[in-house]
């Protein structure tokens, strides 16, 4: 599919004309906006307005400040990546692809959007078609087996807090899937053949030997996961200086930990841009350890709006590339595989 949406950018026509995404996109908003509904229905506003109207400025900054160190540290991650796959970009094209990137995760239906124009700009960079695509998707995939990890050393920490086991054993569950599902990617390559399934199964089986390449190159795929990790914690810790500007009771750890299943749940291809979705899982991953709904709501829509702020220079480096002839306003050759 993500081919396909790379593919969909070198056409005149876009892919949002498609009648089956768009009623996907529909769905999306209407999801989203359930779900913010419900959530503000739930609420005291004039409580959450005085709360968001009441965040400490320097505390936010702060949080943008992470946000966009964010960035430059996915870019770095995504060259570990290429260089695995033997190929090269300097920082600042990737700390640049990857801003670009951000800004379409956050203006587009779906983050896959973003993605697809990763991919295309790092074609436009001189980068093979192939590694264009599968170092994006690999690079993804990173970040979730980063959630992954979290989730596996939060695991005491979600058994103490939940007040139903239930709901421990089906995180507990939900990290064995994501544990079985990468044994089961790096597998792939090693009992299927290549033209296997057809374009679906040899891009999986393709996908499966970036993924090994990564692999076997023990240096770059460590320093990648640890990247990766650093990223979920500074995520965590944006959630804290949220919780600092709203004077919450939410300490550091607490946010790191309590951030993966909420990052996990805001993946999920079910609304825009993760609105709706994100501030549900937090209102309830933040009410575990004693915040309030309307002060966890205002974290929420807080961290959706410095996420969106980041995002900006991204779409101003866009804008710079077209204004300058470097993106073509009409149709781009479509590139061979």
Same mark, same amino acid.
């Given at each position: 599919m993500a081919l396909g949406q790379v593919r969909a950018l070198t056409r005149r026509s876009p892919a949002l004309n498609q009648p089956a995404v768009m009623i996907g996109v529909? %769905?999306? @908003?209407?999801?989203?906006?359930? +779900?913010?509904?419900? /959530?503000?229905?739930?609420? &005291?506003?004039?409580?959450?307005?005085?709360?968001? *109207?009441?965040?400490?400025?320097?505390?936010?900054a702060l949080a943008l400040a992470a946000q966009l160190t964010g960035i430059i540290a996915v870019g770095w991650r995504w060259r570990?990546? /290429?260089?695995?796959?033997? $190929?090269?970009?300097?920082?600042?094209?990737?700390?640049?692809?990857?801003?670009?990137?951000?800004?379409?995760? $956050?203006?587009?239906?779906?983050?896959?959007?973003? &993605?697809? %124009?990763?991919?295309?700009? !790092?074609?436009r960079h001189g980068l093979p078609l192939r590694e264009s695509v599968t170092s994006v998707i690999v690079d993804r995939l990173l970040g979730l087996a980063a959630v992954v990890v979290m989730l596996i050393a939060g695991q005491w920490f979600y058994f103490s807090v939940v007040p139903d086991p239930r709901m421990g054993w089906g995180l507990a569950a939900v990290t064995l899937a994501g544990m079985a599902g990468f044994v089961v990617l790096f597998l792939i390559a090693r009992f299927v053949p290549e033209g296997f399934g057809g374009r679906i199964g040899g891009a999986l089986v393709? +996908?499966? +030997? &970036?993924?090994?390449?990564? !692999?076997?190159?023990?240096?770059?795929?460590?320093? *990648?996961? !640890? @990247?990766?990790v650093a990223l979920q914690v500074c995520f965590g810790a944006i959630v804290y200086c949220l919780g600092r500007a709203a004077d919450a009771p939410l300490g550091l750890w607490q946010a790191?930990?309590?951030?993966? #299943?909420?990052? /996990?749940?805001?993946?999920?291809?079910?609304?825009? *841009?993760?609105?709706?979705?994100?501030?549900?899982?937090?209102?309830?991953? /933040?009410?575990?350890?004693? @915040?309030?709904?309307? &002060?966890?709501?205002?974290?929420?829509? *807080?961290?959706?709006?410095?996420?969106?702020?980041?995002? +900006?220079?991204?779409? %101003?480096?866009?804008?710079?590339?077209?204004?300058?002839?470097?993106? #073509?306003?009409? #149709? %781009?050759?479509?590139?061979?595989?």
């Open positions: 529909l %769905i999306r @908003v209407a999801v989203s906006a359930g +779900l913010l509904g419900l /959530l503000l229905w739930k609420v &005291d506003l004039a409580e959450l307005g005085a709360q968001l *109207a009441s965040m400490s400025p320097s505390w936010l570990l990546v /290429l260089a695995a796959l033997e $190929q090269a970009i300097a920082l600042g094209a990737a700390v640049r692809n990857v801003a670009v990137g951000t800004f379409f995760n $956050q203006t587009l239906p779906s983050s896959i959007g973003g &993605d697809a %124009i990763r991919m295309w700009e !790092a074609r393709k +996908l499966s +030997l &970036d993924a090994r390449s990564l !692999a076997l190159h023990p240096v770059r795929s460590l320093q *990648a996961l !640890a @990247v990766a790191v930990l309590l951030m993966p #299943p909420v990052a /996990l749940f805001s993946m999920l291809p079910i609304s825009i *841009a993760g609105w709706g979705t994100r501030e549900g899982a937090m209102v309830v991953a /933040l009410g575990l350890v004693g @915040v309030g709904s309307a &002060d966890a709501l205002a974290i929420s829509l *807080a961290y959706g709006v410095i996420a969106l702020l980041a995002g +900006l220079p991204g779409g %101003i480096l866009w804008l710079r590339a077209k204004r300058r002839g470097e993106i #073509p306003a009409g #149709p %781009i050759e479509e590139p061979k595989i």
